[in-house]
């Protein structure tokens, strides 16, 4: 597969990464331990190299699972993981405060069976720690040796330009797909100018935009998309529209959808790598079989005049979490 580099001073890795969180959090049931790591293992004999992770996806267990899975190969690919929640627990509020960075740091090395974290990101801005005291705090766990690269996550521009004065920032992680363009306006204009790389998280719309989703989709009790606005029925047979155009689009390449929504994220900036994520093989392949699709200018003309018209319905998060994001 296609290698990139995160920005100036980033890794370089797989131009398709593997975000882990749904292997066992937020998307209904988990799959066994032994599945996961297998699933991660068959990732890296496709030839991806980034492996994204977080303390609050489980919490902690994630972790686990891709420390194990990376274990005996761990020399040849990139762990990314996060810290910035309150004991590791994404509901009970922020905490970034020196002592927690470093305490989460320690705890996640153990947890990922490795003696240096390749990219630690904190997870959302914290309101009550200065971006200068946490970028210092990373700064410190990089001159120590427990940390390669430093990278935040749903930050605002502010927030970025900051903490990058402090410590440079790798990689930006936020969420970016084709029926989610904010970054567009301000976010990725400050990455390119800074040189900062940017790692798009839910690059198919929570699954929306593979096709396989409709207004009749049922959810898992304990899958977050049940209380997305994006994702009720209403919206999604609203935003079916969306889908219908990529079909037609992915048709013409003779692609799948997901394929062309991953392949438009890839030919957008050459320091863009997204993280699909999936708990199953096939799809596995499908994502990154995308890696191989070239999007000429023309495609990608085509592809924007085709959706210019569409108003996606629906917040891509409830109230209380988006007032998390963009800080």
Not at 1 to 10: A, I, P, Q, V
Not at 125 to 141: H, I, K, Q, S
Not at 168 to 196: D, F, H, K, N
Not at 225 to 253: C, H, M, T, W, Y
Request: hydrophobic share 40%; with cysteine.
């Amino acid at each position: 597969m296609e290698k990139r580099k995160l920005g100036e001073t980033g890794p370089e890795v797989s131009a398709i990464g593997f975000g882990c969180m749904g292997l066992n959090f937020a998307y209904g049931p988990a799959l066994d331990r032994p599945s996961a790591i297998s699933l991660i293992r068959a990732a890296f004999e496709l030839g991806v190299t980034l492996f994204d992770t977080a303390e609050a996806y489980g919490p902690f267990t994630n972790e686990e699972i891709v420390g194990e899975a990376l274990a005996p190969i761990r020399d040849q690919v990139v762990i990314a993981t996060k810290f910035g929640f309150k004991n590791g627990d994404s509901t009970a509020g922020m905490d970034s405060r020196p002592e927690r960075i470093r305490e989460v740091a320690e705890a996640s090395l153990r947890r990922l069976k490795t003696d240096c974290i390749d990219l630690f990101y904190q997870h959302r801005v914290d309101p009550n720690v200065p971006m200068e005291e946490v970028a210092g705090t990373v700064r410190e766990l990089i001159r120590q040796g427990k940390v390669k690269h430093f990278g935040l996550s749903e930050a605002g521009v502010q927030s970025i330009r900051r903490a990058h004065a402090v410590q440079p920032v790798a990689a930006l992680q936020s969420e970016y797909s084709l029926w989610w363009r904010a970054p567009e306006t301000e976010v990725l204009p400050t990455c390119e100018q800074l040189g900062i790389g940017f790692v798009p998280f839910s690059p198919l719309g929570k699954g929306f935009l593979t096709g396989k989703i409709n207004e009749s989709t049922t959810f898992a009790k304990d899958d977050f998309r049940n209380i997305v606005p994006r994702f009720s029925p209403q919206a999604r047979k609203a935003n079916q529209v969306l889908v219908d155009k990529l079909g037609s689009i992915a048709s013409k390449k003779r692609a799948t959808p997901a394929q062309i929504a991953l392949a438009w994220l890839l030919a957008r900036k050459p320091w863009i790598v997204p993280i699909p994520g999936t708990t199953k093989v096939h799809r596995l392949k499908e994502n990154v079989g995308a890696a191989a699709i070239e999007l000429a200018a023309d495609d990608l003309r085509q592809i924007d005049s085709a959706l210019a018209g569409i108003k996606i319905l629906g917040d891509r998060y409830p109230p209380q979490l988006a007032a998390r994001a963009g800080k």
